[in-house]
């Protein structure tokens, strides 16, 4: 399509929401049908991106007030009876909940197969869907209930246990499991980037840490510590040359991927206000 034929609009969905928490992290899945939220109420939850394209600008208009709220036990969107018109048909794909702290990250990986969430209970969740759409329709029960999901790797002090996603009864479209949740950090982690292969991922935390992943083996390949204060941000050279971190010390680092060595430390303030 020209940029000719192309037209811009800004909408403001009421349907997506966290039950009054704040959203913290967005992201579109690289074929632009999806998109995915992490909120401070704990939860990853994946919309179709299908209805915004089916907005009427007119209800919006109508909505002066906050998004309406949902029942705070379902975690789903509000029904018809919220308010003057029913949420749209498959708004939210499925919905996750098993990170123990408010979801401060949320990313698909390139390949767009998987989904990393990362969160103030000091994990990163890797998520896969199951299935193509024609198999979960097949396995869903008689009573419409989509197959419950199993952690992949091992929990931590034993909070967290392997079981069914509660949310997934009520019949969403897509059911994503857990993959594996990946353990390192000793405080929140802040942010996470993927590499182009969508083999590996980074995360960053408030204990001043990097650490990079192997998201096929679950395990540990490096952990970057030469940091002065809390990393908050990371990028991934889309050459898979370099990786970036940004810190509260003022100090942009450059890491090279090959060996995981600083390259370069690019000092962006003369000194840092905690």
Same mark, same amino acid.
């Given at each position: ?12 969905? $009421?349907?997506?929401?966290?039950? /009054? ?47 309406? +709220? ?82 992949? +790797?091992?929990?931590?002090? /034993?909070?967290?246990? +392997? ?7 009520? /019949? ?57 204060? $809390? ?23 450059? $890491?090279?991927?090959?060996? $995981? ?14």
């Amino acid at each position: 399509m020209s940029s000719a034929n192309r037209e811009s609009m800004l909408v403001r969905p $009421w349907w997506v929401h966290h039950t /009054g928490h704040p959203i913290n992290s967005i992201d579109v899945d690289p074929t632009g049908s999806r998109f995915v939220t992490g909120g401070g109420d704990k939860l990853v939850k994946i919309w179709d991106v299908d209805p915004l394209f089916h907005f009427n600008p007119a209800s919006q208009n109508a909505r002066d007030g906050p998004a309406p +709220s949902a029942s705070k036990s379902s975690g789903a969107p509000a029904s018809a009876g919220d308010t003057d018109e029913p949420v749209p048909e498959r708004s939210l794909l499925c919905c996750m909940d098993n990170h123990n702290g408010a979801v401060n990250c949320v990313r698909f990986c390139p390949a767009g197969s998987m989904i990393a969430s990362a969160s103030d209970d000091r994990s990163v969740i890797l998520w896969k869907m199951r299935g193509p759409p024609a198999a979960r329709s097949a396995n869903a029960n008689a009573n419409g209930a989509l197959p419950s999901s199993s952690f992949a +790797s091992s929990e931590r002090n /034993g909070e967290r246990e +392997s079981g069914r996603n509660p949310f997934r009864d009520r /019949g969403h479209p897509e059911d994503w499991y857990c993959h594996g949740v990946l353990l390192h950090h000793s405080n929140n982690v802040e942010d996470v980037a993927w590499a182009p292969d969508s083999l590996r991922l980074a995360s960053c935390s408030v204990d001043n840490n990097v650490v990079i992943w192997d998201v096929a083996r679950i395990e540990r390949l490096a952990v970057l510590s030469d940091h002065n204060g $809390w990393v908050k941000g990371l990028s991934w050279d889309p050459l898979d040359k370099f990786l970036t971190t940004q810190t509260a010390d003022g100090v942009m680092r450059v $890491w090279r991927t090959s060996d $995981w060595k600083l390259e370069k430390e690019v000092c962006a303030v003369p000194y840092c206000l905690f």
